[in-house]
């Protein structure tokens, strides 16, 4: 069945959407290509175990290739409301009936938004209350709602091809659409659509097998070269081909419908409805803290791993995440209760950075991409990385990635 397979898939490589820590666009802000700077540039840390860095530039690809300068607003994130308003390329109701297997969506949002308030590690009353709203509105039957006049303003896609899975068999990272509410009491509250893009015949190197994402990398990076109105056109022709049923992954949310903020990711079930999976490298701060035989475990695994946590190459384990994390504005969080590790004196912080709850609390807004829009000071930052990084990908060099924030030196937490 699809959603066993896309279960599998998540759990294995997917990376969490607000914790990437998600412009005022920036639809000029171009990086150059050939001239992109040092073969590291816009690398935080040194990439995952299993993405080659050492490849050399179009290492068995068209060597002749020139990569053109990267425009963020045609090639990495598009927020203008031409394409955004725009309901035959992208919507909520669109992206819901993509997201559900009857093609439709109301009855998946049903259950998600009433699965808020009845999951054992957390209950938000909310936005089972706005569904029920709708319910008396539209009537008992979901599959019948009209999703378009729901009060949800699609305010961003999000080309995230940095993180890639450049193992064999791996993929090519993910497209994201950023969704808002605008209604009235359901207030904030932000959605992400996570969709795989996956290899395609010239992402893999012929003969080696080598993955190198740089068929979709070039795909992405040509939109930088032509006029806006074709770069549009293409774009959509991407956007069809990507945002679709086959390729969805999960939703996620980040919302403050009840004190505190509150991170999940959202998983279709195969009974029709959603469940919250371990978040995406995000430790469970409480548990891990606690004297406890799980404490040990964790402090064994660091230990054995200490390195490669440093340099944040490391998938945490699901036993050692958390299924929802909360996190009080102003107020400063736990940290994580690590012994100190002389050899790696910013092993703690390191392990925090990669969680949405540390990343969103430190140098980043709770909300990347903003309901006008607009977007976070620290968001234009990961976007010019991420600018270098398609560069590099398009060069043919398979760059590597750290997990959480592909900015230069990241500011990390206290």
Not at 59 to 65: E, K, M, Q, T, V
Not at 95 to 104: E, N, P, T
Request: with cysteine; hydrophobic share 45%; charged share 20%.
């Amino acid at each position: 069945m699809m959603r066993a397979l896309v279960r599998s898939l998540l759990l294995i490589g997917s990376l969490l959407a607000f914790a990437g820590c998600e412009v005022t666009s920036l639809p000029d802000a171009a990086v150059p290509g050939e001239d992109a700077g040092s073969p590291d540039a816009g690398m935080a840390d040194a990439g995952p175990p299993d993405a080659s860095t050492d490849a050399g530039t179009d290492a068995g690809i068209d060597a002749g290739y020139v990569v053109p300068n990267i425009v963020i607003g045609r090639s990495l994130f598009w927020n203008d409301a031409g394409l955004l308003d725009d309901a035959s390329t992208v919507s909520f109701a669109k992206i819901m009936g993509v997201a559900a297997d009857d093609g439709h969506g109301g009855a998946l949002l049903a259950q998600w938004f009433h699965r808020f308030n009845t999951t054992p590690h957390s209950e938000r009353a909310l936005p089972a209350q706005f569904i029920d709203a709708v319910l008396v509105a539209q009537g008992a039957d979901p599959t019948q709602w009209d999703l378009s006049v729901l009060p949800f303003k699609v305010t961003g896609i999000h080309n995230r091809i940095d993180l890639a899975k450049l193992s064999p068999g791996g993929h090519c990272g993910e497209l994201r659409v950023s969704v808002s509410s605008t209604d009235v009491t359901l207030q904030p509250f932000h959605a992400l659509f996570l969709f795989r893009q996956p290899l395609e015949a010239d992402d893999v190197e012929p003969g080696s097998g080598r993955v190198t994402c740089v068929g979709t990398a070039r795909r992405w990076a040509e939109l930088s070269s032509l006029d806006e109105t074709a770069a549009m056109a293409q774009l959509r022709v991407l956007l069809a081909r990507g945002l679709t049923h086959q390729r969805f992954l999960m939703m996620e949310t980040v919302e403050f419908t009840l004190a505190p903020w509150e991170w999940r990711q959202w998983l279709p079930a195969a009974d029709g409805g959603v469940e919250n999976p371990p978040l995406f490298q995000q430790l469970d701060v409480e548990r891990i803290n606690r004297a406890s035989p799980m404490r040990d475990d964790f402090l064994e695994w660091v230990d054995q791993n200490a390195a490669q946590l440093d340099a944040r190459q490391v998938e945490f384990p699901e036993r050692f995440r958390v299924q929802s994390v909360r996190v009080n504005q102003g107020v400063p969080r736990v940290p994580l209760n690590v012994p100190a590790n002389p050899s790696f004196p910013m092993l703690r912080q390191k392990l925090e950075i990669v969680g949405c709850a540390a990343c969103h609390t430190t140098d980043a807004e709770f909300v990347q991409t903003r309901t006008d829009r607009s977007v976070s000071a620290f968001y234009e930052k990961e976007l010019a990385a991420r600018a270098l990084h398609l560069a590099r990908f398009a060069r043919g060099e398979a760059p590597g990635a750290p997990f959480g924030p592909l900015q230069m030196n990241p500011v990390l937490p206290p």
